[in-house]
């Protein structure tokens, strides 16, 4: 019912930028919190950051000052800006997102298929 694609991954050099984006489609009454994860090789996935559908935001300690999570309610999309990118940032990010899909189906939570950020050192 909701489909969530991520764009915008892809090889950068340390002390590089990516933006990374997701977007959200299907059919939806609304979308909730979103939240980016990733996963490195042999790692647990791990929440990144987090904002909620009134716009409050949190973050991983080990991104902190480096990302920064947004979203445009509008176009159901939402992104992350990824500045002073290091070596171990190197993982697949994933979007992340709770939507409410209808009064019978009630709230969902869904995941997109990831995109791979490499960071060179």
């Not at 929440?47 to 409050?56: N, P, Y």
């Not at 935001?57 to 480096?66: E, H, I, L, M, Q």
């Not at 993982?91 to 709230?107: E, H, I, K, T």
Request: with cysteine; glycine share 10%.
């Amino acid at each position: 019912q909701v489909q969530l694609v991520e764009s915008g991954g892809g090889l950068v050099q340390a002390g590089g930028s990516l933006r990374l984006s997701c977007v959200a489609s299907g059919r939806f009454f609304s979308i909730n919190a979103m939240n980016w994860y990733r996963q490195a090789p042999g790692k647990q996935r791990e929440l990144v950051a987090s904002i909620s559908s009134g716009g409050s935001t949190n973050y991983a300690d080990s991104v902190k000052g480096r990302f920064t999570i947004s979203r445009n309610n509008a176009k159901n999309t939402m992104f992350l800006q990824m500045n002073s990118l290091k070596p171990e940032d190197t993982a697949v990010y994933y979007c992340n997102a709770d939507s409410f899909v209808s009064l019978d189906v009630g709230v969902v939570n869904y995941w997109g298929r990831g995109t791979q950020v490499t960071v060179s050192s």
